[in-house]
Structures are given as C-alpha cells and as structure tokens.
C-alpha cells in the first residue's frame, strides 16, 4: 500500500515526501528487475568467466577429490600436468563464489582438495541458465576417492585412475560414468539418466534401490547380492555400484576404446 501510495504522489507530480521516497523505490525496483533480467538473458561471454586451476602432488600417497556446484558440466579426462594431483579450468557466472580448499595429512599422506561454487544472486537465477564446463584432470597414479555433484551433464572418464571410492550425485540431466579398470571400486550413484560404461575385464555388481529401471548390454544375471555380470567373480576388477533410493533410470554398457566424453563449451 504504501508503495502504490508513493507511485501515485510521484504520477500527480504532487511535491511531498512521498514522491521523493516513490522515486526511490521505483529506482530501487528497476535495478532488481533489470539485474534479473540482464543475467537471464545475457550472453554467456558477459556474465561468466574462466579459471585455470591446479594443485600439486607434493607428499601425498592418496586424495580425497571434491566438486561440486550447482548447474556446470563436469568432464573428468586425462592425466593431470607431472607432479600434479589436479588441474584443470572452469567456468563460472560472476555472481558464483569459487572456493577452492586443500590439506594434507601429515600422518597418513592424504591429501584433500575441494572445488566448488555457489550462486550469490538471491533470486537463484543461476539455476535456469545452461550448464558451463568445468574440465577436471587428474594424477593416474595416486589412489584417489572422488565426489562429484551438480544439477549438470556429468562426464567422468574414471578408467585411467586408480579411483576405489567414487560417489556421484546427478539431478534430472545426464551423467556418464566410466568406471576405473586398475582397481576394485565402490561407487555410489544417484540422478535421474545414468549410462555406465564397462571397460572390457571389470566385473558389475549393482544394488541398493529396486524401484529403479535398468538396462543392460550383455550378459547379467540376477542374483541376491544384486544384478551381477555373469563374469563378476572371475573379473580381475571389480566394480560394486550402490544405487540411492530416488534414482530414475540405469544403462550398462560395454566401453569402447574410442568411446570419450563429449568436450563443453560456451
């Protein structure tokens, strides 16, 4: 009420205080709505900018990855620059806060380091534009547990990586997962369209949720422990995948050596 009561004073040009403070929140009002519409609408190459990232091996004998942001397209392909655990580039809005944290354990030589973003505009309109890429490289060599989540594409190409505990969290858009072939892993997935890919000689296991539909290509069997490769006891690797209550679709397929994720761009 006194918002339209300052409007009226300010539209009858009558001069009181009401048309002073009028104007003031009509001002106010036309940023806020202007701002909106402006990150909405803009090009991609206004609103948003790139980083290079990286962080090095040092002392550490195992990692502990973290990245995660609310919409971007994570790619994890290829082995990090020598002496380095991660690196890589991503792009973010200008309204999104980029944390980047890191430790190392001094007693077991563990190494931690976490990426993520988080919007900053209050009225979440970073949620309604398109995915920006975030290319992820790693060490091939460090044994490494790896979380990844975003409302985002995922593309993780895990077969180069001695990754033994990876946990994935999707939303309604697609994620592909190809799952390590150096190492035994457990990984727990949830999201809304999963494909994952099976390098030739690793073993799958799946279970957790049974209200979900999965398809497979070649040969599986059901058993009590869950929806097993028919050559997942004799498999050199093993790959066990619990899948949480809430996932939506499941496809297992072989991978192809020159299957790779697709590159992002903006």
Known sequence: MLVIVLGLDLLLGRPSLGAALGTVVFACLALVIGAGLFHVFAPNAWTAERHSFSHPA??????TITLACERCAITIEGAASAEQLIEGEVTVRRDERLDQTS????LDGNATFSLTSEGRFPFGFATSRESLPWEVR???????????????????DLRPFLASAIDVTARELPCALWLPDRVDSTTY????????RVPDGVGVRIHGATDIQITTSGDFVQREAGLESADYDRSAVRADILVRPGTGTITVKPAVSDDQPERQSI
């Open 58 to 63: 040092a002392d550490a004998t195992s990692a």
């Open 103 to 106: 430790s190392l354990d001094a």
């Open 189 to 196: 997935l949830s999201g809304d369209d999963i494909a994952i």
């Open 138 to 156: 790693l060490d091939p060599e460090l044994p490494l547990s790896i979380r990844v989540a975003t409302a985002g594409t995922l593309e993780l």
